[in-house]
């Protein structure tokens, strides 16, 4: 079972590198950010006629979140992450497929650092350390996958000292994704590969990605249920590279049945 998280920066502007994508990986659960899409213009019949059950919650302009599954239906537990009654960003939506539960996370950016952005930022990673709390200690296999915004070690990124005061890189939240593992998540790409220089996002400015000056920020975390069932994990690095793509590339995990 492939399941996969990627930030397609704008859904409708990669439509065509996501159908793609899909039919030449055919992965099992794909969970998507950043849509910047309203929930009327996601494109569901398009998804549907590649083969995808789909669930999303849409947000105009910015955020957005959405889970794909091959031949079946995700069947939606939660579209708002709890904590929050006011929080309007659709930056979370949860559903079962195929008996694991799955948890789509588009984290705030948080920048610029200080200030308001990264206050909100720090709020809903407690929010999330909360609700990720009781899915760690459940008995059901849970995955966590999204873009966390969350640069976790000095190794997930190119030149770490030009990024010591930014909202991705700021200690509060590497000890948040400390305090995450904690629970008894494991960081199944970090886990499966502990020496390899992994990216999973690349700035389009300054030719980041041929220089392969990047960001590990992409992440799947699994439950300590899951643990014992992760054979594989990596990136699709190659679909970053694809015309007109998203600055993020698919990063995914393989698991035994």
């Not at 929080?87 to 948890?103: L, W």
């Not at 998540?185 to 400015?205: C, G, N, Q």
């Not at 300590?224 to 994990?233: M, Q, T, W």
């Amino acid at each position: 079972m492939k399941i996969v998280t990627y930030n397609i920066n704008g859904i409708g502007a990669r439509l065509q590198n996501l159908l793609r994508w899909l039919t030449e990986r055919t992965p099992d659960v794909v969970c998507l950010q950043e849509l910047k899409a309203p929930q009327e213009k996601f494109p569901e019949a398009a998804i549907r006629e590649a083969g995808y059950g789909v669930i999303w919650h849409g947000q105009k302009s910015w955020n957005g979140v959405a889970i794909l599954s091959r031949g079946c239906e995700p069947s939606e537990l939660r579209r708002v992450l709890p904590g929050d009654p006011e929080d309007a960003h659709s930056r979370y939506i949860e559903a079962t497929v195929r008996g694991i539960k799955i948890g789509c996370i588009y984290l705030p950016n948080g920048n610029p650092y200080p200030g308001p952005k990264f206050d909100y930022k720090l709020r809903w990673l407690g929010r999330l350390l909360t609700h990720a709390a009781e899915l760690a200690a459940s008995p059901m296999p849970v995955v966590l996958a999204g873009d966390f915004n969350i640069i976790p070690t000095e190794k997930d990124v190119y030149k770490p000292e030009r990024w010591v005061n930014d909202a991705l890189f700021r200690i509060e939240v590497r000890e948040a994704f400390v305090r995450l593992a904690s629970q008894g998540w494991t960081d199944a790409v970090r886990t499966l590969h502990p020496d390899a220089t992994i990216y999973t996002f690349w700035d389009f400015f300054r030719d980041a990605y041929r220089r392969d000056a990047g960001l590990r920020i992409d992440h799947l975390l699994l439950n300590p249920a899951l643990r014992g069932r992760l054979r594989a994990a990596g990136v699709d690095r190659d679909v970053r590279g694809w015309e007109k793509p998203s600055d993020h590339a698919p990063t995914w995990i393989e698991l035994s049945e």
